[in-house]
Antibody, heavy 118, light 108 residues
Framework: QVQLVESGGGVVQPGRSLRLSCSAS????????MHWVRQAPGKGLECVAQ????????VYADSVRGRFTISRDNSQNTVSLQMNSLTVEDTAVYYC???????????WGQGTLVTVSS | EVVLTQSPGTLSFSPGERATLSCRAS???????FVWYQQKHGRAPRVLIY???SRATGIPDRFSGSGSGTDFTLTISRLEPEDFAVYYC?????????FGQGTKVEIK
């Protein structure tokens, strides 16, 4: 059974850091680009970071560039998102996801809630 | 960055009606990399249509997609009760990947 399970969310003060993890099971992430997508309360979806299968040419949304770092460990089948200098605007559910639609792949985790509040 | 605009934000229909949702891009999008998602409250999105017009596995044929360039459409031919949800378009042909702001399809 394919699963993506995010962890590491919680409540954090503005300016602090948090590290999210995504653990994959039932498939190997090594062949796929991986993404972090967030959704602020009552708002739409935003791709915040994406990392290709080989870790090269990482892309960040303008809103997080310079503060967030995505990384992957194909041997551990995990993806991480290091979030620094958090602001209240970073409050959201963060989803780990991957897709390869022609292969029937569209995998999302259940999401982990990050709340930035003083 | 490719900005995707979905309008209107909310559409109201009765079950059985036909729904047409629009997504307009700020610049031309490769149709191979254009997707429609459905999201129900509190759940992760799921893909309905990829490559503009291909239905994902398990998606009923009442869902169809079309478009090219900057204008894309999702059509639900006959709304079922389970179709009332929020729909997002997405492009992943140009980095950063972007979503539209969503269209909520609600029961009239």
């Amino acid at each position: 059974q394919v699963q993506l399970v995010e962890s590491g969310g919680g409540v954090v003060q503005p300016g602090r850091s948090l590290r999210l993890s995504c653990s994959a099971s039932g498939f190997s992430i090594s062949r796929y680009a991986m993404h972090w997508v967030r959704q602020a309360p009552g708002k739409g979806l935003e791709c915040v970071a994406q990392i290709p299968f080989d870790g090269n040419k990482i892309v960040y949304a303008d809103s997080v560039r310079g503060r967030f770092t995505i990384s992957r460990d194909n041997s551990q089948n995990t993806v991480s998102l290091q979030m620094n200098s958090l602001t209240v605007e970073d409050t959201a559910v963060y989803y780990c996801a991957t897709w390869a639609f022609t292969l029937g792949i569209d995998y999302w985790g259940q999401g982990t809630l990050v709340t930035v509040s003083s | 960055e490719v900005v995707l605009t979905q309008s209107p934000g909310t559409l109201s229909f009765s079950p059985g009606e036909r729904a047409t949702l629009s997504c307009r891009a700020s610049q031309s999008v490769n149709t191979k990399f254009f997707v429609w998602y459905q999201q129900k409250h509190g759940r992760a999105p799921r893909v309905l249509i990829y490559a503009t017009s291909s239905r994902a596995t398990g998606i009923p044929d009442r869902f169809s997609g079309s478009g090219s360039g900057t204008d894309f459409t999702l059509t639900i031919s006959r709304l079922e009760p389970e179709d009332f949800a929020v729909y997002y378009c997405q492009q992943y042909g140009s980095s950063p990947y972007t979503f539209g702001q969503g269209t909520k399809v609600e029961i009239k």
